[in-house]
């Protein structure tokens, strides 16, 4: 029974590492098909940035595998404790590993509007576009909200 308890906190593990793209020449599943707001202008500024990487399911992961971890090692009335402390340092190496993990190189994106005004877009790092200042480009802004910037 315990190994199998292991290939399923493995699998949630491995199924929490998979992020959507956030890249300006990526589109979800969700935005597929949908009219989005476009709006052109050109690039005033970029700068680099990291986007930090989503703790939760490697906080639970870890919580997971500490708190069976410690169940197994603590014995009589000192497992329960050993049950807790395991769980509380699973899901703080946990979560420090989901955020390393999941962190990417970014470009944050100032764009200056035709229509007059300014924005600023975060995305992604992608090897297929290479944006430099004075570039023309499109900010496309889905019904989520979600902002993206492309040629």
Request: proline share 2%.
């Amino acid at each position: 029974m315990k190994p199998l308890a292991a290939i399923a906190i493995l699998s949630c593990f491995l199924s929490s590492c998979a992020q959507e793209s956030l890249t300006g020449d990526t589109v979800s599943r969700g935005e597929a098909g949908r009219a989005q707001d476009v709006r052109t202008g050109t690039i005033t500024s970029i700068r680099p940035v990291r986007i930090e990487g989503g703790t939760t399911g490697g906080t639970l992961v870890g919580a997971g595998v500490g708190g069976l971890l410690g169940n197994q090692i603590g014995g009589g009335s000192g497992r329960t404790a050993a049950t807790v402390g395991g769980a509380l340092a699973g899901g703080a190496a946990g979560s420090h590993i989901g955020q390393n993990v999941n962190s990417r190189n970014g470009l944050e994106i100032d764009v200056r509007l035709d229509g007059g005004g300014r924005t600023s877009v975060v995305q992604e790092v992608s090897p297929r576009e290479n944006f430099n200042v004075g570039d023309r480009v499109r900010v496309i802004t889905g019904a989520g909200g979600r902002s993206r910037v492309a040629f």
